[in-house]
């Protein structure tokens, strides 16, 4: 188990994406840490072999991006994702798995997972996919990416949904869900609105309790159908 706090950089080079590891693996956990320790782009803040470890320190750390493994001992990669995009709600939650059945797809996704990476994958399409998660994309490894697109061409055609109002949201949280819809990241928010990064992520609590969701994606999803 390795942690690291947040440092605070005064230069005005851009900061690394900071990225925590959840993976029981010895060996592909350490692969991924020397992965982020040798990316000038990336930076390890946190590794742990279970998410139950992953859920005992992760808030006090706030990483930008973690990686998840959906075989865990103990709790679940799909469960500890559910509990972690409520815990820290701004954070990219990124699967990293062997698993490219459609149930373990759809099952991570509808938990809250921002992307699905397949191992195997070169470190460059890593680093790539960790920075589309942080910039508020949703990485795909291709494969995964194919079942998604299937997997929306089977579904029969149905009559439209009614619209369900959006409960009452106040003015800020609109215009953060505005924004994410618009395809800014959670930092991004924050800077453009002069708030701190730690009031949207606030921010974003209150709006998951108030949508019943467990996700950024679903937040967003729910404010263009009910807007």
């Known amino acids: 188990m390795t942690t690291k706090l947040p440092h605070t950089d005064t230069s005005n080079a851009t900061k690394p994406i900071r990225v925590a590891v959840i993976e029981d693996d010895r060996v592909s956990r350490k692969m991924l840490e020397r992965l ?3 990316n000038a782009d990336c930076e390890l803040a946190g590794s742990w072999a279970t998410g139950e470890e992953a859920l005992a320190e992760v808030k006090r750390i706030q990483p930008d991006v973690v990686l998840v493994d959906l075989e865990l001992p103990g709790m ?7 509990a972690l995009s409520v815990m820290i709600p701004c954070c990219a939650l990124v699967v990293l798995t062997v698993h490219d059945n459609p149930e373990r797809v759809f099952s991570a996704l509808r938990a809250g997972a921002n992307g699905y990476l397949l191992k195997g994958a070169s470190s460059a399409e890593l680093v790539a996919g960790m920075k589309a998660a942080f910039a508020g994309g949703f990485p795909l490894s291709p494969a995964v990416a194919g079942l998604v697109i299937q997997a929306f061409k089977k579904q029969p055609t149905t009559p439209a949904k009614p619209i ?3 409960p009452s949201l106040a003015p800020r949280e609109r215009q953060i869900l505005d924004l994410l819809a618009k395809g800014r990241a ?5 800077a453009e609105l002069f708030i701190s990064y730690e009031t949207v992520r606030d921010h974003l609590k209150n709006i998951y309790q108030k949508l019943h969701v467990r996700s950024r994606t679903e937040a ?6 009910g807007s």
């Not at 679940?76 to 559910?82: L, Y």
């Not at 967003?220 to 159908?225: D, K, P, T």
């Open 36 to 38: 982020l320790e040798k």
């Open 76 to 82: 679940t990669g799909e469960d500890c994702i559910g």
């Open 164 to 166: 369900i109002p959006l």
């Open 186 to 190: 959670p930092k991004e928010v924050a």
């Open 220 to 225: 967003v999803l729910r404010y263009l159908e």
